[in-house]
């Protein structure tokens, strides 16, 4: 008899930083655990800008197998399952500042602040990997190559550390850490 897969939410919004890097972890990822494991992928109105903006939409499609792009906050229903104990966790990388406030500050009028805001209160652990983790200036690429600057203001990481202090809520600072999370969670 065949086990049943435990599932994983994947929450991808509008942060083009480590874009490239997380999908190549996930891919890894997904291969890695594909016994055990069924990725679904959540993409927030922002995140599908982004992964079209970064040529990334036909990778995610090729390797993942459910995939869902943002409605509204409730459309599709990944509140409501992640309440029901569906997934094992949700992981929300990359994570865009304006995502890490709303859930910081408990606005849940997005598919992925609505979920992880309701899958906290469930007790489902969620991973979040914010594209502000620290203050100071930082290099992210652009989808053509070049080098972008970006100053990352102490008003951005204080929502991360707020985030950090909750229950079952963990910060990721690097895409490669992604992978101990399901080392944790599963058997490989």
Known sequence: MERKKKKVAWGITGA???????????????????DEVDIEVYISKSGDQVVKYYGISNQIEENFDRIWVEINANAPFLAGNIQLGKYKFMLIAPTTSNTVAKIAMRMGD???ANAAIMGQKADVPLYILPSDYEEGVTITKLPNGKDLKITIRKEDVEHVEKLAKMHRTF????PEDIEEVFNQHFSK
């Open 110 to 112: 997005t598919l992925i």
């Open 16 to 34: 083009g930083d480590k874009i490239l890097e997380t999908l190549e972890v996930m891919k890894k990822i997904k291969y890695k655990y594909e």
């Open 171 to 174: 910060m990721i600072k690097d």
